[in-house]
Each structure stands twice: as C-alpha cells, then as structure tokens.
C-alpha cells in the first residue's frame, strides 16, 4: 500500500507578491510543477483583457501589466488585509479574495494538466510571517474560491526551513538558523532555533523582522533611472501614453539586464528606437547596478543586527542562513552575510525560489500523515503583533504581547466604569501603540443582559487563545449575570 503522490498528490502553493509556485510531494521529496515555458514560478498578477473580455493571469498578464497598468493588478497580496474591497478591473470589479484565487487556480490548473486523473487530497498556502489572522484568513477563503482543499496555512519562513530541514534530515543537528528572504516586493528575516531529538523536530521561532518595501521591484526601478541617464535619454514633451510605453520598457530591460548581473560581472542593454530617434546601447557593470542600490542594502544590513539583538543573541550564535526569494541571487547579498554572520554558514544547497513552495508540500504531506517520518514536526510561532482591547480613553490593553509564542492562551479581569450598565461592547485591536487609534480593530464583542451594579463591581473576564495558524478566539465570562461567550474572532 501506498499513497499515489502523482495522481492523488498534496500540493504546496506559495503565492507570493510578486511570483508564485506550486510543488508535490513525492516519495523523494518535493517536486515543483513547470508551466508550459518550462518555467517554475507564474507572475502573480492578473490583467484584464477587454479585447476578449476576460482575465489574464500570470506572465502573460505581467507584459500587458507593464503598458497598460490601468487594467492591471500586481501585488494583490498587499490588499489581503481588506479583502472584500473592491478593485476596478477594465468595466469589471473584483475583490482581492478573488483576484488572489483566480492567480492560485492559475497556478493549480497548470499541475493539473500534467497529470491525467489529477486529483489531490488538498493544499496548503503559504502566507508571510506578519500576515495577520484576517490576512492569512481571507488567504485561505481565496483557495477555497479557487475550489482547491485547504489542508493548512503556513508561514513563509517555516516552510522554507522545512525544506531546508528535510534536506539535512539525516545530520540535523540543533541549531540557529536565519531565513534571508529577499523577494520581489519585501524583506522578511525571521530566527529559528531548530532541534532535534529522537521524538521530534522542532521549529522555534525566535524573532522577525524586515521590510514590507524593499525588493527586486525597487532594484528594478534603480536601475531603470541609472540606464536612462548612461544612456542620456531625452524624455521631455513625451505624452501620458508614451511615457508609459517608455517606462515599460525601462522596466522590463532593467530586470532582465539585473538578473544576468547576478551572474555576469557586466552586460549590454540594447533596444534601438525606444523613442523615436533614441537609443539605447549602453553596458552595465555588475559594481554600477550594485552602487545605484546601495542604500537598500545599507538598510538590510542594519535590519540583519535587529533581529539578532531582538532574539537576544549576538551574530556568531547564527549557525546557518538560509538565502530565500530570487533576489538572494544577487552576488552583494552573499557579501554582507558573508561580512556579519560568515560565509560558511551561507546554506547554498536549496533553491531561494523554490523552497517555500517545497517547504508547504512537505507541512501538506505531514498534515496528511504521508510522510514517513516516524518524527513529529512541532512549530512554535510567535505573534507578529499584540492582541488586546480597548480599554479607557482610547488606551490599547493588551492581552497577548507581540513575539509571544503560540499557540497561547491568555486571561485579564476587568470591570465596568459606568454605573448600571446592562450592555457592553468589548472592542478588539491588534497592534503595536498604546493608543487603539493607531492600532487596527479586528472585531467587537457585544455583551447583554448584565447584572446592574456599580461600576468596578462586576468582574469581566476575558480570555484570548490563539492557535498556531494565528487564529484568534476570544472568550468573555460574567459569573454573575451567567454569561459566557466565546467568538472566534471574525476579523472584518
Ligand atoms: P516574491 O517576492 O513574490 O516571493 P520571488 O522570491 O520569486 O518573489 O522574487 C522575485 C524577484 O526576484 C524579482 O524581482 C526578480 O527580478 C528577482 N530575481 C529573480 N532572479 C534573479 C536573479 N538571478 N538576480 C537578481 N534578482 C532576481
Ligand atoms: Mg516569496
């Protein structure tokens, strides 16, 4: 007996900001899904074509993107956290929920043409560390729309170091690692402490940090301005349409001419009559392009030292780095991580595209029972933000602080503060300030039928859980009056 990990295989989905992947599990590990270029990641981006009056996803919509970005959406993830918002689309209107969905069944219909008979048990997703419980919610509601099986929601960085964890499976030792995860639109950096015993292995998270605007988006965009100028060419007087068309272009050469950089020490960029009577016909050096995004770097390296002061450990207790997101390709990364944590320590052997997607296979096939590990996995997250309510004048009371491991559980009393009062609204907030106004409400808890009393007679106990796919429950007890309520919080 065993299962068929080809035509009923579990699937692992990273949908990311910009580029998105899909992989198996299999008996030798996990296998990512080719689209029909024989490539292995699909621009998460959706454009709509008004010509045939339907949506385009994926590359394709990617090139339309770039001259016609009104009928476009790019980094939908960014709008996860409102995700019934609607967005305009050509004479259409859609909500990130489903322009998120539309790109997984993209995705999904690919793998499910390689394979006849193709029917899998289910899919788990991957969403990024500080995606909130609404975030990573409206993400699962976006795969189900997609008619996929959600088995689970994991962490970006988790499933990175699952891939990597399976890689090293026979010579795991404990250790601290760092996932570098350097993509398309963001910087995300997140500590592990990583152990091994004979029952299990277990994933701690220790600290995160990052920056949810900094990536090979803002590369592109640098080295677009240093070709214009090398090039010295002349934009004034250009129409709206013209500019676009020119920008596109810009664009489109910069990424490409910066992803041969990573491999090249210098490249020509090439394109006659880009405007009319303009040329381009320039060479970039490999030092050029690193110049023109310096201050980008200079601000990843001084975010590499927080976190490691955040989980309270000093740069030699860094035992391996895990480059993650093609943007890790670029040589200047391997420079200052060889610089601050050691070169040896630069874990080369997984592929920084692809691990993420392998690495929710791998939870996919845990989750299923496929794997024959005769090991649990056990993942210890911590909140990226702290849970609480609100309590007087605008005050942010928190229950559950930030970096707080979960899943966790935990209980405050608090009383009334007016007099006889029969009903309460209980605000729910997530967040770093002190004042809820800076902070995002997540729900309310109504509460009726207490006892009149005085105010400061009447305990009012509040409990928040929550669990290891950061899913909140809030419960509400009044001994007194006889009332429990417990909400899942239904984040709106
Ligand atoms: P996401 O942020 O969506 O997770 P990825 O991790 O796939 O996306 O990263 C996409 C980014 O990686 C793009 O900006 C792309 O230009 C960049 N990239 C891919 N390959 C290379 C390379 N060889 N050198 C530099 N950047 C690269
Ligand atoms: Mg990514």
Sequence with gaps: MRYDNEKKPVLGIDLGTT??????????????????????????????????????VGNLALKRSLIDPENAIIGVKRMMDNGRQKIRLGNKEFTPIE??????????????????????????????????????????EAASLAGLNVLGIIQEPVAAALAYGIHM?????????????????????????FTNSNKKITFEVLATSGDDRLGGLDFDAALAELIKEK??????????????????????????????????????????????????????TRQEFESSVDKYFMKMDTIIDSVIEKASLSRNDINRVIKVGGSSRIPKTDEILSKKIGQNKIYGDIDPDLCVAQGASIYGAFLDGRIDWTKEIDIKTATAHALGIEAAKGQFSVLIPSNRQTPCEVTKVYTTDTDYCEELDIDLYQGSSKLIKNNKRIGTIHVSGLQKRAAGELDIQITFRINQQQSVSVTVVQKESNIKKVENVKLT
């Design 99 to 140: 322009i998120s969905s539309m790109i997984l069944r993209d995705v999904y219909e690919y793998a499910e043409k390689t394979t006849p008979g193709f029917d899998p048990t289910g899919v788990v997703v991957t969403v990024p560390y500080y995606f909130t419980s609404l975030q990573s919610t409206n993400t699962s």
């Design 169 to 193: 499976e026979d010579s795991l030792q404990d250790e601290i690692i760092m996932v570098f995860d350097l993509g398309g639109g963001t910087f995300d950096l997140t500590v592990f402490r």
């Design 231 to 284: 090039a010295s060419l002349n934009l004034k007087g250009l129409s709206k349409e013209e500019e676009l068309k020119v920008n596109a272009a810009l664009m489109e050469v910069s990424k490409e001419a910066k992803e041969i950089l990573s491999y090249e020490e210098f490249t020509d960029i090439i394109k006659p009559n880009i405007l009319q009577g303009q040329h381009i016909e320039i060479e970039i």
């Design 19 to 56: 580029y998105s992947a899909i992989s198996r599990w299999s008996e030798k590990g996990p296998k990512v899904y080719q689209n029909p270029r024989r490539e292995y990641t699909w621009a998460s981006v959706v454009y709509y074509d008004e010509r045939q009056d339907k949506p385009l």
